[in-house]
């Protein structure tokens, strides 16, 4: 079991560097979250210790399970599911350095005021509904630089960059206009030039669509089944925080 993982996070290493050389990127520029969702707190470890340390919840609940037996590996978590509200404060209790589905000024405004509260500062990536589809979260792209300049005025969240989900798609062109948006609308942004706003994380593609996500501009790859294995519930069932 081990090994199958560790295995299984070369083969996709391999992948983003024949991807980068590809496309003319430096290796170094693209980071690998390995989506640890439904994935048992043991196995995580396998991949920790090996020193592939940056990981991601969808769900609160899990973040909460898995925190006691992961603390002692030093690690990066990152937060990508659908925040609810309430959750908030539930959330900021185990060490999430950034929640890369900030998608609502609602959610912002109450993350700010509890971090104001814990005296605390948090990074984000705002996540853009790329593929127009009513069952994926994320801001529109055409309120996408309006909730960046709306989020900026909130000194406690530290804006990095942006975040999708591209289409679940075989036509690889249709699932390329949704990274290329994300890619255009940062260029939008970089060029306001707004205080509090960083551009420098592209978080964009998973196992399937990776090298074009790369080929985009994509800086973190959020990769799950393809190192764990395949799980037990479908995909939908991942998006919402209940």
């Known amino acids: 079991m081990n090994e199958e993982i560790l295995n299984n996070i070369t083969d996709i290493q391999e992948r983003i560097n024949n991807a980068c050389i590809n496309s003319n990127r430096n290796p170094d520029e693209v ?5 640890t969702k439904t994935v048992p707190a043991e196995r995580i470890k396998i991949a ?25 590996i030093p690690h990066t978590n990152h937060f990508i599911g659908h ?6 404060k539930d959330l900021l ?23 104001q ?12 509904n790329t593929s ?6 994320g801001v529109s792209p055409d309120n996408a630089i309006e909730l960046v300049k709306q989020v900026a005025q909130l000194e406690t969240l530290k804006i990095k960059g942006l975040m999708t989900i ?15 948006l994300l890619k255009d609308i940062q260029q939008q942004i970089i060029a306001l030039n707004i205080s509090n706003v960083e551009m420098q994380e592209l978080s964009m593609g998973m196992s399937g ?29 991942y998006w919402n925080e209940k």
């Open 209 to 237: 669509d990776m090298e074009t996500a790369i080929e985009e501009g994509a800086t973190i790859i959020r990769v799950g089944t393809a190192i764990f294995g395949q799980r037990v519930y479908p995909d939908s069932y």
């Open 31 to 35: 980071k690998l979250l390995l989506a």
């Open 48 to 72: 920790l210790q090996a020193g592939h340390t940056l990981i991601a919840e969808n769900k609160v609940q899990e973040l909460k399970e898995k925190y006691e037996i992961l603390k002692e």
């Open 166 to 180: 591209g289409l679940f798609s075989a036509e690889i062109e249709k699932v390329r206009k949704c990274f290329r």
């Open 117 to 128: 509260f814990e005296n605390n500062t948090i990074e984000v990536l705002i996540q853009v």
């Open 132 to 137: 127009f589809e009513e069952s994926k979260f």
């Open 83 to 88: 925040l609810q509200t309430n959750k908030i």
């Open 93 to 115: 209790k185990y060490n999430v350095s950034c929640i890369q589905s900030l998608d609502r000024l609602d959610l912002a405004e109450k993350l700010h005021q509890r971090l």
